[in-house]
């Protein structure tokens, strides 16, 4: 795994974090659907279920949106264009970042209503996991809230789609979950007080960490290429001549010698 | 604002709006000026609509009523709930955890949904000194755990009332706390048990590759190290219960699997440890974690199975209604049963079951004591009339004060009664522990065999192979047969409708002897039927449609014959009868002076062999004639009677009810008169049962008061459903589903619980054979043991768990 690659998730990790204030109030709800229905099953193991079933979904968008990225790559390579997805990403992020600090500021802008009937098709999907068995429908409600139309969670599905790659979308998308784990595990379990003083400022504190993300991306973008990531298999899905590709991952490279420890 | 006076710039960006949903602030680009509800993002909307759909908006109101709250320390006034802190009430709701804290158990009003849970359990964040609320959904109930010299009782109380769950005293907390530390500390011992035995596992396996493919010493040594860990912490801390097993058979002079189980778990350990610390021989450290998993799991499944039978029969509710109509000064509020204090007074509605103990303050009707009785007949109560919990009102709506509630109640006590005594029930010596002697002192023989074998070849061969003799003889499989068969079929049993109290009942209807039943409400419906009449269908007609208008118990054995003629003016006198005019003339229906007194006829004297309840019917016509109610034979009674006598029980009626009527019932059932006694009293009963002992088992089927210590007595006791108080206390088997087929299901039922039983016994008695004669040839690898013990125990897993041994004996009706 590159540098630049771990600095990203870093970053994501924490601006997740910063935002995960939003996810409280947002999922809070799910949660307590999630979590606190049945007091016999031990919550450990619905809570379980639960952030399992949001990591599942999540880094099943990463592995997506990456691969699409990488389609994009290819694309943008015949046109000429080098990173285009990276590219994209970063300029859309940086754009939605700033449609969100205007809207704070009182702006009106256009904006895009999710259609009705894939909110009739989430609703019925809801009811029909509150039949299942508490742990199971603990995980579905997990699942689902990886479908949600929240603006957070897809500016990090752009980003996921800007590596380029699917595993490097999963493990952009993977810290992005790992960011909002502790809102999320304190809610289920009580702590509501974390979104009450801070709560106020998040909707400014998001716009501003989503800007900040894209543009660290385009500063980066240079930087970044994950050709390498996963060896010779991913080299064909990706173009060829970018720079570091050389370069092995260090997960490859030191791989443990069986006859060392003799 | 200048913001605001610029073109496109929202007014409403300076006034706070709050996300209908998440209640974080919405941009002020996002306000919809008319709409009432208010969204930050296109998500928050999509989760509102799930949550409206899905009937839980609630959430966001007690979300709110949290956020107020929290706000601010509660005020409330100082009068409410002070009962909450006396001393009286801390002694019987109140009970200390280990670490000093109070611990109570409280019903909490208008608890719901989910969002509930979430609300409640938050407040240790808002009652400073209040570490822990933890709710249950199902009950309603709140187990709450605080620091009484920070906070006390009535201001958590307050809050919980302000948060609109009004809380109550709820009962039985020392027990439910008592039984749910037993069953976390059964589970950390299973889940620690769990950890080592994956631990040592994985470095098992990697041990025995290692052993093929080659492995550097230092790694080896450290994995048996390593190991040796692991397998330490299993023996020592969930491990210890077989020893403390073992020593408490030593020192009761028993014979228990206990011991050999710890001999072998001792035996391996040190060796184990010995040899890993030496760095050569075997270590048994894979072989010993999965035995302590296994048997504890087993004895888990066990306990749980007898429990939750036992909760079954434990709660109220299954005799009293959850909630109760409690009168208050503003008007009739409904509450938790358990939430009534003595001196309430409680509305009891037509069909309803009385939830206390108390006499009748306004109104009369006729109550169904049959959960108490026996009796099917309702009987007639007055004002100042005593009414027991459970009793069911059949006619008017009563008002009763309360003189005894929950426990306390007459039911209560019963129900406490049955609980003592499944706990002081004596553990009966099953197969397994029967031969637990035996073989504990043929493991002990071959031990010294083994070890006089190999000493010539030396010291260190022989310890090795007298070891490893001990290991693979050690008897899981054979400890696991009985609990998982048991487990199993108490489980299945009590799908099939039948709750039963031991797994030692399998056993004791093992052996066929005498069956007794009771015949009114056991082997009859012990219900109100029409058996005879003398009425033209006209006038049936016309008191079935009189009838239509009451309420009365009697009333239902007229259903059948409504043709669905109008009754005009009708009038009840309670006690006497009904009249009213149905289709242009007058008809009463009643007692015959009753009859005869309304409607100025004479009625002729009816036959003289008729017995049971008499019902007249007249019209001013002059049609008149009687019905004569009583009780008939259930259809399944002859299905009953032949299973019994297929398995070789003799059968025998006894019953309270008159000689004639039992031989009647003797006579449809093909029993001989001399097998069926009539007019028993309660001491004849239990000295027929006593008498029948003397020649082999006997079991007792019955119902009724005058059944409880025949029922006591008896080998096996079954209650049939809607059972009296003391045969409920008295009997090992109860029947959730008023069915005779119910008796034939268990009797089947038990005789393959036995026969599974044997079966895994012989399995793993089999196994263990062939273990013990390998390892005395020294032919067992430590490999060849990993292998074959887990192989034997899961076979008999899969044979105990996989058999069905309760088959209902025809579909729900």
């Known amino acids: 795994m590159n540098a630049e690659l771990l600095a990203i998730m870093g970053g994501v990790v924490a601006a997740s974090v910063v935002g995960s204030l939003h996810c409280a109030g947002m999922c809070g709800a799910f949660v307590a659907m ?30 997506v949106c990456g691969s699409l990225g990488g389609a994009l790559n290819i694309g943008g390579d015949l046109l000429g264009l080098e990173q285009a997805a990276i590219g994209l990403a970063a300029t859309t992020m940086i754009v939605i970042g700033v449609v969100s600090l205007l809207r704070v500021a009182g702006v009106r802008l256009p904006r895009v ?46 980003l996921a789609a800007g590596t380029a790659h699917p595993v490097a979308g999963a493990l952009v998308m993977a810290a992005f979950w790992l960011g909002t784990l502790p809102v999320l595990v304190a809610v289920g379990a009580g702590i509501r007080e974390v979104t009450g003083r801070l709560g106020a400022a998040a909707p400014i504190a998001m716009a501003l960490v989503i800007v900040a993300l894209g543009v660290s991306t385009t500063m980066q973008r240079s930087k970044l290429a994950f050709s390498s990531f996963g060896g010779e298999g991913a080299a064909n899905t990706l173009p060829v001549g970018l720079p570091n590709h050389d370069e092995p991952l260090p997960c490859c490279h030191s791989k443990p010698d069986r006859g060392s420890a003799r | 604002m200048s913001l605001a006076a610029a073109p496109g710039i929202d007014s409403h960006a300076t006034t706070r709006c709050p996300c209908t949903h998440c209640s974080l602030p919405v941009p002020g680009g996002l306000i919809e000026h008319d709409a009432e509800d208010q969204f930050c993002c296109n998500a928050c909307k999509v989760a509102h609509s799930v949550i409206t759909a899905s009937g839980l908006s609630g959430y966001y109101r007690v979300r709110e009523h949290l956020a107020d709250d929290a706000s601010g320390p509660s005020t409330g006034v100082g009068a409410e709930f002070a009962e909450f802190d006396d001393a009286a009430f801390v002694e019987q709701h109140v009970i200390r955890s280990p670490n000093g804290e109070a611990v109570c158990d409280l019903y909490l009003e208008g608890v719901r949904c989910a969002a509930c849970v979430w609300l409640v359990e938050r407040l240790p964040r808002i009652v400073p000194g209040t570490r822990e609320a933890r709710l249950d959904l199902g009950r309603s109930l709140v187990r709450i755990t605080w620091n009484d010299s920070v906070t006390r009782l009535s201001a958590i109380a307050r809050i919980l009332d302000r948060l609109g769950y009004r809380p109550h005293a709820a009962t039985g907390a020392a027990q439910r706390s008592a039984r749910r530390s037993a069953d976390r500390r059964a589970m950390i011992q299973l889940a620690v048990a769990g950890a080592c035995m994956g631990n040592i596992m994985l470095l098992a396996a990697a041990l025995y590759s290692g052993m093929l493919d080659g492995m550097d010493e230092t790694t080896r040594h450290g994995f048996r190290l390593l190991s040796a860990c692991f397998g330490l912490v299993a023996v020592l801390w969930p491990g210890r219960v077989f020893f403390r097993g073992a020593f408490t058979a030593v020192r009761a002079r028993v014979w228990h699997l206990d ?142 004060r309360a003189e005894a509630i929950g426990y306390n109640t007459r039911v209560g006590q019963i129900m406490e009664t049955i609980g003592r005594l499944s706990r002081e029930r004596i553990p009966f010596l099953g197969r397994a522990d029967r031969i637990a002697g035996p073989f504990f002192f043929a493991v002990l023989l071959l031990a010294g065999l083994t070890l006089t074998l190999w000493l010539p070849q030396g010291l260190t061969p022989a310890f090795e ?72 269908p006209a006038l049936l007609a016309a008191a079935a449609a009189l009838e239509r208008h009451s309420s009365h118990p009697i009333a239902k054995t007229f259903e059948p014959f409504d043709q669905g003629a109008i009754a005009s003016r009708v009038q009840h006198h309670t006690g006497l009868g009904v009249h009213g005019t149905v289709d242009g003339r007058a008809v009463a229906i009643g007692r015959r002076s009753f009859v005869e007194s309304t409607l ?63 031989e009647a019932v003797a006579a449809q059932l093909e029993i001989p008169p001399h097998e069926a006694a009539g007019s028993m009293t309660p001491e004849s009963k239990l000295q027929a049962v006593e008498l029948a002992l003397d020649d082999g088992p006997v079991m007792m089927i019955g119902d009724g008061v005058n059944d409880a210590s025949a029922l006591a007595r008896a080998t096996v006791g079954i209650a049939t459903h809607g059972g009296a108080e003391a045969s409920l206390t008295a009997a090992d088997v109860y029947l959730t589903e008023n069915r005779l087929q119910n008796v034939s299901t268990l009797l089947l039922g038990s005789r393959a619980v036995i026969r599974s039983i044997r079966l895994c016994l012989a399995v793993s008695l089999t196994y263990n054979v062939i273990a013990a004669t390998l390892a005395i040839g020294g032919i067992i690898t430590p490999l060849f043991a990993a292998i074959l013990m887990p192989v034997s125990s899961l076979t008999v897993i899969w044979l105990s768990l996989s058999r069905r041994h309760f088959m209902r004996s025809d579909p729900r009706p």
């Open chain 2, 465 to 536: 192979h007298t070891t490893a003799l001990l290991i693979v003889v050690c008897p899981c499989a054979l400890a696991l047969a009985t609990p998982l068969v048991c487990a199993s079929a108490i489980g299945q049993a009590a799908r099939s409708g039948l709750l039963i109290k031991g797994a030692d009942v399998f056993e004791r209807l093992g052996a066929p002897g005498t069956a007794f039943l009771d015949k009114t409400g056991t082997l009859t419906h012990g219900a109100f039927k029409i058996v005879d009449a003398t009425v033209s």
């Open chain 2, 600 to 662: 100025g006829v004479h009625l002729p004297a009816e036959a003289t062999d008729w017995h049971g309840t008499l019902v007249y019917i007249a019209d001013e016509a002059g049609d008149h004639g009687v019905v004569q109610l009583g009780d008939t034979l259930r259809t399944e009674a002859a299905g009953l009677i032949r299973t019994l006598r297929s398995q070789g029980w003799a059968v025998r009626i006894l019953s309270g009810d008159s000689c004639a009527a039992v």
């Open chain 2, 259 to 400: 011991m050999p189980i710890a001999l072998a778990l001792g035996v391996g350990t040190f060796t184990g440890v010995l040899n890993a610390i030496r760095g050569s021989g075997e270590i048994y450290f894979d072989s010993v974690a999965m035995l302590i998993f296994l048997l504890l799991a087993a004895r888990w499944l066990q306990e749980r199975g007898v429990r939750s039978a036992a909760d079954s029969i434990e709660l109220l509710s299954s005799c009293m209604a959850p909630t109760a109509h409690r009168v208050e000064s503003e008007g009739v509020r409904d509450i938790p049963s358990n939430a009534l204090s003595v001196g309430d007074t409680v509305e009891v509605r037509p069909g309803e079951s009385c939830p206390v103990d108390g006499c009748i303050t306004s109104g009369s009707s006729h109550f169904d004591t049959s959960v108490l009785t026996g009796e099917p007949r309702p009987v007639a109560a007055q004002l100042g009339d005593r009414i027991n919990a459970g009793a069911v009102n059949t006619n008017a709506t009563v008002h009763i």
């Open chain 1, 113 to 158: 209503h999710s259609p009705r009937a894939i909110e009739l098709v989430y609703i019925r999907l809801h009811t029909a996991a509150r039949r299942l068995s508490p742990t199971v429908r603990a995980g579905v409600i997990g699942l689902l809230t990886g479908l949600l139309p929240c603006g957070w969670l897809w500016a990090f599905a752009l």
């Open chain 1, 34 to 63: 999630a979590v606190g229905i049945d007091t016999r099953v031990p919550r450990v193991r619905l809570h379980s279920a639960y952030n399992l079933g949001r990591l599942a979904i999540y880094t099943g968008i990463g592995i």
